[in-house]
């Protein structure tokens, strides 16, 4: 029986062009690009070849690309670093500084923003409605005096919701706050402009989008003061040391390049397979519930729960039969707490207790679509009737 992956918001296979643009570079960019000889000036123009193509797909400055391991890097670099100087700047008798977070943020922000607690910062969590969107007329209600930083998950890995970050952004440059985007889910599924999103920074990781794991970056907008997170040598400008992975950081160019070219035609098969599932499991496995807004979403992800079911049964029983999908977050696996942002969307507990997330690709079938259908269909019943 064959397996059907519906897991892209966890990991995406590379595609074949990014292997052989690796494998490539592995051979013929071996060198160390700040050594300054040959071999080291060819790694070098591959390096910032890719940091070129990288920032003109996302609307921002070759210099404002910041190469790091991965979206959580990324995120954790944009928020240690951007409250280091606020932690710097506070005293007993002033108030303690204030992060704003969207409910159910990633645990790459959630967990950073809870140890920055025990550093004296406090936490302001920005409400959503149930459809998963942050409601415009809370924010003028923010602590702004207090207020050093105000983070925000672009497109939740969870419910694939997308937020009109414009309301946010115009409050945060109206008080001289920084902006940080969580883009990890959105950049490689939708267009992604760094500069008219108006955030002073901005993360992302290359494996959401058929690239290589290891690899992601941060968009740091030109003038934003960033204290160092690690400390080593000069790379990428002294804001991230440590030797550069030319080859991976040619792979993750190589994997935005090919959705640039094909963002429209991508973009509207996904989306056509992602209905074409959410059709079938409300045909055939009724009563189901669809979580978060359906206007506002990732073309690719489909949350929904089986009221009456345990996700965690159904999880087990739909990777018997072949399938492959998720609770909610890869990062947050093993926890048996239903998902935060279910719940900050008022989710009654069957449908927190019994969500699972699809999350399609462009490698997915209307074939295999029909198959896990079929398959979903009869794990479903099962479990019902048991």
């Given at each position: ?279 079938g499991l409300r045909e055939t496995c009724a009563p189901v519930v669809v979580n978060g807004s359906p206007a506002h ?90």
């Amino acid at each position: 029986m064959p397996r059907i992956y519906l897991d892209n918001n966890a990991t995406t296979r590379p595609f074949p062009e990014v292997i052989e643009a690796m494998a490539r570079c592995f051979r013929d960019c071996y060198g160390n690009p700040g050594s300054r000889h040959a071999e080291g000036r060819i790694a070098r123009q591959a390096l910032e070849e890719s940091r070129e193509s990288i920032a003109g797909i996302l609307g921002a400055h070759p210099h404002e690309v910041v190469f790091t391991s991965g979206g959580t890097e990324a995120t954790n670099l944009a928020l240690f670093g951007l409250t280091r100087s606020g932690l710097a700047g506070s005293h007993q008798d002033r108030p303690a500084p204030v992060i704003a977070l969207t409910a159910g943020e990633h645990p790459a922000t959630a967990e950073s923003c809870r140890h920055l607690t025990g550093q004296g910062w406090k936490l302001h969590t920005l409400a959503v409605d149930t459809g998963g969107r942050l409601a415009a007329d809370q924010y003028d209600a923010l602590p702004w005096d207090e207020l050093k930083l105000v983070t925000l998950i672009l497109a939740h890995n969870e419910t694939g919701v997308i937020q009109d970050v414009q309301p946010l952004a115009e409050q945060c440059r109206a008080h001289n706050v920084p902006l940080h985007l969580d883009a990890v889910q959105a950049v490689g599924k939708i267009p992604v402009d760094f500069h008219n999103l108006h955030a002073s920074t901005l993360s992302l990781g290359a494996h959401k989008f058929h690239g290589p794991r290891g690899i992601g970056a941060l968009l740091l907008r030109d003038g934003v003061e960033l204290a160092p997170f690690l400390f080593g040598g000069h790379q990428e400008s002294g804001r991230r040391p440590g030797t550069e992975p030319v080859a991976l950081i040619v792979g993750m160019a190589r994997a935005l390049e090919i959705w640039a070219a094909e963002r429209e035609t991508r973009t509207a098969t996904i989306t056509a397979i992602r209905d074409r599932l959410e059709q079938g499991l409300r045909e055939t496995c009724a009563p189901v519930v669809v979580n978060g807004s359906p206007a506002h979403r990732l073309p690719n992800t489909l949350s929904i729960s089986f009221p009456g079911l345990e996700g965690e049964a159904l999880l087990i029983a739909l990777d018997l039969e072949g399938i492959d999908c998720s609770l909610g977050s890869t990062c947050a696996s093993g926890s048996a707490e239903p998902a935060p942002v279910l719940v900050a969307m008022g989710c009654p507990p069957e449908v927190c207790a019994s969500a699972v997330r699809f999350s399609v690709g462009i490698e997915n079938t209307d074939a295999e679509i029909d198959e896990a259908i079929r398959r979903i269909k009869a794990v479903v019943g099962r479990l019902r009737r048991a």
